[in-house]
């Protein structure tokens, strides 16, 4: 079975991201770029050479990115290998989006828990 080994993200939506930015900054020093958020950076439990980043985001609350769930909130998840993590899921009747994104930090994947939160998984490079 395919396992999460980290949290690659936390993002959710404001009707005034720059205000809750800016609070998020000034109470809790965490400093966000804009169309980046913030970046907190980590090492791995089972092998401390190898660096990762957990994301931190706050989106418009017109943000079409966490459709189709309803939810104000979605969770990023680092794997392995997605492609066979999005093929375990769906032979065990998850619900998991067709589209794949890859990017030159990593690849994509969408899935929809039994809630409907959709949850982004993240193949990094």
Not at 18 to 25: I, K
């Amino acid at each position: 079975m395919a396992q999460v080994r980290g949290i690659g993200g936390v993002f959710f939506k404001s009707d005034n991201p720059q205000a809750l930015n800016d609070w998020y900054e000034r109470h809790l020093g965490i400093v966000s770029r804009p169309n980046e958020g913030a970046m907190f950076h980590w090492r791995r439990a089972d092998d401390s050479g190898k660096q990762e980043i957990t994301a931190w985001s706050v989106f418009p609350s017109s943000t079409k990115y966490f459709e189709p769930s309803k939810a104000p909130f979605m969770l990023n998840y680092i794997v392995d290998d997605l492609d066979v993590t999005l093929a375990e899921l769906r032979r065990a009747g998850v619900t998991v989006d067709d589209r794949v994104e890859e990017y030159d930090y990593g690849k994509f994947g969408w899935i929809s828990d039994p809630d409907g939160n959709r949850i982004e998984l993240w193949e990094p490079r």
